[in-house]
């Protein structure tokens, strides 16, 4: 997608997200001069501000006055104080495109807590944004213009894909595969390390050959056009080795442990949405 025309955009938090987002922005050509980052401590201010000559403040309310869109990338626990103080100390909110890139809290929470007349897209990402490999939802409300879309559409392709998606509760369901996906995948790949480990070999090998055969996994994925399942069967020799390991997973019931775990994620999601 072609760089759209730059607006004044302030994070709000300077984490793990905000940090792989902007380094996405900056690499797809999006003006530095027109990014502002804020957060209570200077580390990682920066750092940002060193790398990628952006604006940053310890002051949220004063980055997000002087910008067009405002990311609140805080986690939920924090979101209703730092709306809070937004709402006291930046007049025309209604007048700036408002995203949150926080699990769980919903729309017109926000609205309670900013301003009833935002405009709002809320968008979930994961931590793959970090090496450029991400997955972000996104869902807008109906006050968002299809300019406002394309442009926060522009700032997550830098990290990954888009996909747009129904409502709030798909979201949450995106949420539960893909914003909480890598740890699954990191749970699982940390058990087959153990268990390398556990018949011999040593943790560097067991890793080594865990994380080159997810990746190898991964690549092969992205590239057929076979479906998993299909994939899957053919590294299963009949009478093989694989079949055996296969079956201990089958056994364990490895689909309803993933259904139970996605089921899980959003029940917490929507608790989130009440909580926060
Ligand atoms: N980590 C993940 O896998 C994902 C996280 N998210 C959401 O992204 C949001 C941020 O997550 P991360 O970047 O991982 O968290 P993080 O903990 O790395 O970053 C949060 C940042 O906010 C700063 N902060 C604390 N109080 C603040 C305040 N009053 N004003 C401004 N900044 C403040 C912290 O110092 C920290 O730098 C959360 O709401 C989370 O739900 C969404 C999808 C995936
Ligand atoms: O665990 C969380 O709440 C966040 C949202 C998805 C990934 N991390």
Same mark, same amino acid.
């Given at each position: 997608?072609?760089?759209?025309?730059?607006?004044?955009?302030? /994070?709000?938090?300077?984490?793990?997200? @905000?940090?792989?987002?902007?380094?996405?922005?900056? !690499?797809?050509?999006?003006?530095?001069?027109?990014?502002?980052?804020?957060?209570?401590?200077?580390?990682?201010?920066?750092?940002?501000?060193?790398?990628?000559?952006?604006?940053?403040?310890?002051? %949220?309310? +004063?980055?997000?006055? *002087?910008?067009?869109?405002?990311?609140?990338?805080?986690?939920? *626990?924090?979101?209703?104080?730092?709306?809070?103080?937004?709402?006291?100390?930046?007049? %025309?909110?209604?007048?700036?495109?408002?995203?949150?890139?926080?699990?769980?809290?919903? $729309?017109?929470?926000?609205? *309670?807590?900013?301003?009833? %007349? $935002?405009?709002?897209?809320?968008?979930?990402?994961? @931590?793959?944004?970090?090496?450029?490999?991400? &997955?972000?939802?996104?869902?807008?409300?109906?006050?968002?213009?299809?300019?406002?879309?394309?442009? =926060?559409?522009?700032?997550?392709?830098?990290?990954?894909? @888009?996909?747009?998606?129904?409502?709030?509760?798909?979201?949450? =369901?995106?949420?539960?595969?893909?914003?909480?996906?890598?740890?699954?995948? /990191? +749970? /699982?790949?940390?058990?087959?390390? !153990?268990?390398? &480990?556990?018949?011999?070999?040593?943790?560097?090998?067991?890793?080594?050959?865990?994380?080159?055969?997810?990746?190898?996994?991964?690549?092969?994925?992205?590239?057929?056009?076979? +479906?998993?399942?299909?994939?899957?069967? *053919?590294?299963?020799?009949?009478?093989?080795? @694989?079949?055996?390991?296969?079956?201990?997973?089958?056994?364990?019931?490895?689909?309803?442990?993933?259904?139970?775990?996605?089921?899980?994620?959003?029940?917490?999601?929507?608790?989130?949405?009440?909580?926060?």
């Amino acid at each position: 997608m072609s760089t759209p025309t730059p607006r004044k955009i302030a /994070f709000i938090g300077a984490g793990n997200m @905000t940090q792989s987002i902007v380094g996405g922005m900056v !690499k797809s050509g999006y003006p530095a001069d027109h990014i502002f980052v804020s957060n209570p401590s200077d580390a990682k201010l920066n750092t940002l501000k060193e790398r990628h000559q952006l604006h940053v403040s310890n002051d %949220n309310a +004063e980055i997000a006055q *002087q910008a067009e869109v405002i990311v609140l990338a805080v986690k939920p *626990q924090l979101m209703a104080d730092v709306c809070a103080d937004l709402s006291r100390r930046v007049p %025309n909110l209604d007048s700036k495109l408002i995203v949150s890139i926080a699990a769980g809290i919903r $729309i017109p929470k926000y609205r *309670q807590y900013l301003n009833e %007349n $935002i405009t709002m897209i809320r968008v979930m990402p994961n @931590t793959p944004s970090l090496v450029g490999e991400g &997955v972000s939802g996104l869902v807008a409300d109906d006050r968002a213009s299809a300019a406002d879309k394309a442009f =926060i559409e522009f700032a997550f392709d830098g990290v990954g894909q @888009t996909l747009w998606v129904a409502d709030e509760d798909e979201l949450d =369901i995106l949420g539960a595969v893909a914003g909480s996906g890598p740890a699954y995948f /990191f +749970e /699982f790949m940390a058990s087959l390390q !153990k268990a390398a &480990v556990a018949l011999g070999f040593d943790h560097e090998k067991a890793r080594a050959m865990v994380q080159q055969t997810a990746l190898g996994a991964a690549t092969m994925a992205i590239d057929s056009d076979l +479906e998993l399942e299909d994939l899957r069967k *053919q590294v299963t020799s009949k009478g093989g080795s @694989t079949a055996k390991g296969i079956e201990v997973y089958q056994a364990a019931d490895i689909d309803d442990i993933s259904e139970q775990a996605v089921r899980a994620a959003v029940a917490r999601n929507q608790e989130m949405a009440k909580l926060f």
